[in-house]
């Protein structure tokens, strides 16, 4: 199948400095990608959707400042959380789907877990 | 999309079927039942998609009621690598490829 893969895997930040995680399509095109958090024992939410060549759509409550995401081409889309604080100490994932399929499903990258200190 | 409702967890034993239901009483005649697992601090994985038919793939089998308010996926025979958390979703074919995940169903396969 299609693979989604994710830099770093883990990173551990000092409160108040950014951090950027990059979200790669290896074997396909993805002019949309979708970015993910997750905090411990609790399912993934929808932080935003990443738009090759546009803006990012963020959904609600989710600071657009504070979470920058680029998507600079087919195949990759970089999250920077910037200033962080321990509160952003999650696991972020990102996902896409292969336009070139004919199945729907998304791919999801392995994660990248923040911990913020 | 409609709300889907699953036990928060389950107990299989290793070398069984493992049958995961989800209840969907309010979808819409053009959302999909899509299943997705989520492995210890991995990225979630599809299994499988269905409208209204009964579907089977090499990972599992769906089962669709005739109504299509409620879904069973079953694992035909659970290994411990089947331990995961497993997202019912259901969700209109073009409602933009995003998923809307819920509480889903932690199932332990135990030896």
């Known amino acids: 199948g299609a693979v989604v893969s994710q830099h770093p895997s883990r990173v551990i930040c000092k409160s108040g400095t950014s951090v950027k995680i990059e979200c790669r399509s290896l074997d396909f095109q993805a002019t949309t990608m979708f970015w993910y958090r997750q905090f411990p024992k609790q399912s993934l939410m929808l932080m935003a959707t990443s738009n090759e060549g546009s803006k990012a759509t963020y959904e609600q409550g989710v600071e657009k400042d504070k979470f920058l995401i680029n998507h600079a081409s087919l195949t990759l889309s970089t999250l920077t959380v910037t200033s962080a604080h321990p509160e952003d100490s999650s696991f972020y994932i990102c996902s896409a789907r292969d336009p070139g399929r004919a199945k729907p499903e998304q791919y999801f990258g392995p994660g990248t877990r923040l911990t913020v200190t | 999309d409609a709300k889907t409702t699953q036990p928060p967890s389950m107990d299989c034993a290793e070398g069984r079927a493992a049958n995961l239901p989800c209840n969907h009483s309010?979808?819409?005649?053009?959302?999909?039942v899509y299943w997705y697992r989520q492995i210890h601090s991995q990225g979630p994985q599809y299994i499988i998609h269905?409208?209204?038919n009964n579907e089977t793939n090499e990972m599992a089998s769906l089962i669709i009621t005739e109504d299509r308010k409620s879904s069973t996926l079953i694992l035909p025979h659970a290994t411990l690598r089947d331990t995961a958390v497993y997202y019912c979703?259901?969700?209109?074919?073009?409602?933009?490829?995003?998923?809307?995940f819920g509480g889903g169903t932690r199932l332990m396969v135990k030896p």
């Open positions: 269905g409208l209204k």
């Open positions: 309010t979808i819409s005649g053009n959302e999909y």
């Open positions: 979703i259901v969700r209109a074919d073009n409602a933009g490829n995003m998923l809307t």
